[in-house]
């Protein structure tokens, strides 16, 4: 039996979770419903530290991550969305380097992952 492809990596606060999948649609569709259920629950709170204050745009409440696997562990692509504190949520790619996948107009995040990890 072949090995699943691709592996979603979710991390919502403190905790870490990993799934596999056979499917690039599969994977999209989870990732996807991992990211929107992290959203609605973003608490939207500014915290506080005595160097200074974090809004809730600038934390990262919460991390999708999804791998497709290649032939050497640092071969396959990797790409992703963010959660911020506010609940807004935004797509990226890149294992070492990160960059933003800029989405388009009338595009969901999910849609911009969609179209920026080829998998």
């Given at each position: 039996?072949?090995?699943?492809?691709?592996?979603?990596?979710?991390?919502?606060?403190?905790?870490?979770?990993?799934?596999?999948?056979?499917s690039r649609d599969a994977?999209?569709?989870?990732?996807?419903?991992?990211?929107?259920?992290?959203?609605?629950?973003?608490?939207?709170?500014?915290?506080?530290?005595?160097?200074?204050?974090?809004?809730?745009?600038?934390?990262?409440?919460?991390?999708?991550?999804?791998?497709?696997?290649?032939?050497?562990?640092?071969?396959?692509?990797?790409?992703?969305?963010?959660?911020?504190?506010?609940g807004s949520m935004e797509?990226?790619?890149?294992?070492?380097?990160?960059?933003?996948?800029?989405?388009?107009?009338?595009?969901?995040?999910?849609?911009?992952?969609?179209?920026?990890?080829?998998?």
């Amino acid at each position: 039996m072949a090995k699943p492809r691709y592996t979603l990596k979710v991390r919502d606060g403190a905790r870490t979770t990993r799934e596999r999948f056979d499917s690039r649609d599969a994977l999209l569709a989870a990732a996807g419903r991992y990211a929107e259920d992290m959203a609605a629950a973003a608490a939207n709170k500014t915290v506080k530290t005595p160097l200074r204050d974090f809004d809730p745009i600038e934390q990262v409440v919460g991390r999708v991550e999804i791998h497709r696997k290649g032939h050497r562990p640092l071969l396959g692509e990797h790409a992703g969305i963010d959660v911020r504190g506010d609940g807004s949520m935004e797509a990226w790619s890149g294992k070492l380097s990160r960059s933003l996948i800029e989405q388009s107009p009338g595009e969901t995040v999910i849609g911009a992952l969609r179209r920026g990890f080829a998998g």
